[in-house]
């Protein structure tokens, strides 16, 4: 078997690398469209296998998601026109289309709020930085934050009761300045 040259080695695992940050986004928009389980992983398949034939003129930076979603749309398109004959089970077009718009919307709400979720992160104390990555990135219990922490199990649920409300308002405040500009 000959092997890759190095560029290809390097752009099939940029191209993986890509793909596993949207896989999940780019099944649930597929699923949410496709009203057969089987018929929507043959979709999915297609549609992987159009990005990776198209991936090298894919512009590094650019939003992959929308990229991937818009490979899915038209192959969805296309499983909908072979569907003609069976009408009681494909879904309008225009329908597809205001689907797709308010994934995207609901997408770009999720960015927003997950980058404001971001910065009010960065604004807390070191410790209390610590005791969120503890309990949701590390998937600690309360009571091993306690231990880890030195404190006293209520005392980490009231602190984490305490932090989740402040980052709920530094995200309120956020979204409410930026939907103002």
């Keep these: 078997m000959a092997s890759l040259p190095p ?10 690398r890509m793909l596993s940050l949207i896989e999940r ?10 009203p057969s389980a089987s018929d929507a992983q043959d979709i999915l398949q297609e549609v992987r ?20 979603q ?9 499983y909908r026109r ?3 004959k069976h009408p009681a089970t494909s879904l309008d077009e225009a329908f597809i289309e205001a689907v797709t718009s308010e994934i995207d919307r609901q ?3 999720l960015d927003t709020q997950s980058e404001s979720l971001k910065n009010c992160l960065l604004k807390l104390s070191e410790a209390n930085r610590k005791m969120i990555l503890w309990r949701y990135y590390e998937d600690c219990g309360v009571e091993e934050i306690a ?7 209520d005392a980490v649920y009231r602190l984490l009761s305490r932090i989740r409300e402040s980052l709920q308002d530094c995200v309120r405040r956020q979204n409410a300045h930026a939907s103002s500009l």
């Design 49 to 68: 296998i159009t990005m990776w034939k198209h991936f090298a003129a894919f512009e590094p930076g650019s939003n992959a998601r929308a990229w991937a």
């Design 25 to 34: 986004s780019l099944a649930t928009y597929v699923y949410s469209l496709v």
């Design 107 to 109: 997408h770009d709400h």
């Design 82 to 84: 072979a569907q003609k």
């Design 7 to 16: 560029d290809s080695a390097e752009l099939t695992e940029a191209y993986l």
């Design 70 to 78: 818009r490979i899915g749309l038209n192959q969805i398109l296309n």
């Design 147 to 153: 231990q880890k922490s030195h404190r006293s199990v």
